[in-house]
């Protein structure tokens, strides 16, 4: 069964450093998202992507956040010039746009960032 | 504006029935799913209501009330293995499918 990866699985960074979190969505799907869960806190949404741009970003996306979907597989997250309170899990997700599944999101595994 | 409420945590028996409840307000309701959540893992999809009613998938069962704003996630025959948090999110009406999400209630299943 195909599966949503996101790379790397864990990243250390240092406050005020770039960081790219990576995510190969499944090859069928339309609909890309991005969520952060800070530790012990409800997931949030940051970010929508369809058709190679932005649907919907939430208040927490600021100018210090963008996305890419560079060559029509890999969906990226980057984060400018990280703060402490970056620190958190962040999760890609896709999503069918009919079938189905089309109301499912399925989910990568994570990134865990942790900002120093 | 959205609040989504359930309980923070609830422990039960291996074996049992657990009943988690869920109750939002949200402008432009869509629709509501239930996430499985083990500890440092992503959510797994388990459940969406779009209609009122009572959705049943195995050992596990989802109930809508739109009127009221509430739903349910039924986990009968529980195993150790159902110990997880459970995300209760909804959308809303619109070209954004994006989930809007409670903070979960962590279920402790004991033997």
């Known amino acids: 069964e195909p599966e949503v990866t996101q790379t790397p699985s864990h990243q250390v960074t240092q406050m005020g450093q770039e960081v790219i979190l990576r995510c190969v969505p499944i090859s069928n799907h339309l609909y890309f998202y991005w969520y952060r869960q800070i530790l012990g806190q409800k997931v949030e949404f940051l970010v929508s992507?369809?058709?190679?741009?932005?649907?919907?970003k939430s208040e927490i996306f600021d100018d210090q956040f963008s996305v890419e979907r560079p060559d029509g597989s890999n969906f990226t997250l980057k984060i400018r010039s990280t703060k402490l309170e970056d620190s958190a899990m962040y999760f890609c997700?896709?999503?069918?746009?009919?079938?189905?599944?089309?109301?499912?999101?399925?989910f990568g595994p994570g990134t865990r960032l942790t900002v120093t | 504006g959205q609040n989504i409420d359930q309980p923070t945590e609830m422990t039960a028996t291996e074996g049992a029935i657990v009943q988690i409840n869920c109750t939002y307000q949200?402008?432009?309701?869509?629709?509501l799913f239930w996430y499985q959540q083990h500890a440092g893992e992503a959510p797994t999809f388990l459940s969406y209501n779009v209609l009122d009613g009572l959705e049943e998938k195995g050992r596990f069962s989802s109930f809508l009330s739109r009127s009221k704003g509430y739903s349910y996630l039924l986990l009968k025959e529980l195993q150790m293995k159902d110990s997880a948090s459970y995300l209760c999110a909804v959308t809303r009406a619109g070209n954004n499918r994006k989930l809007i999400w409670g903070l979960g209630t962590s279920l402790a299943v004991n033997p």
């Open positions: 997700a896709g999503q069918s746009r009919g079938g189905a599944n089309q109301y499912e999101q399925y």
């Open positions: 992507f369809y058709n190679n741009e932005i649907s919907e």
């Open positions: 949200t402008s432009g309701f869509n629709g």
